[in-house]
Nanobody, 122 residues
């Protein structure tokens, strides 16, 4: 079982930036970020495939960037121009099987982190 450890969450003012990191304890393939706000369902944020293809949720396109260091498993989520509606617990997710595709459904991921809180004040 691979463990995913997120870091980088915190409190930021609207318009500010944060960078989240996700470090797997073992081998993972496609990776993604999801978020869940109180009283809402888990929402897809971004994903990256093993060959670097990316996909973003509509609400974060143009503001968030997912990336992966070459040769390393750590995945990042750079979040810019943050809005109060971005406030949520952000979860890192990983796949145990290799694929060229990007995935945006939570049930397509095998590993999950514990989550990191992001709070954007207005």
């Amino acid at each position: 079982q691979v463990e995913l450890v997120e870091s980088g969450g915190g409190l930021v003012q609207a318009g500010g930036s944060l960078r989240l990191s996700c470090e797997p304890s073992g081998r993972t393939y496609g990776m993604g970020w999801f978020r869940q706000a109180p009283g809402k369902e888990r929402e897809f944020v971004a994903s990256i495939s093993t060959i670097g293809r990316t996909q973003y949720g509509e609400s974060v396109k143009g503001r968030f960037t997912i990336s992966r260091e070459n040769g390393k498993s750590t995945v990042y989520l750079e979040m810019n121009t943050l809005k109060p509606e971005d406030t949520a617990v952000y979860y890192c997710a990983g796949r145990s099987t290799n694929s060229l595709f990007v995935y945006f459904a939570a049930n397509q991921y095998d590993y999950w982190g514990q989550g990191t809180q992001v709070t954007v004040s207005s």
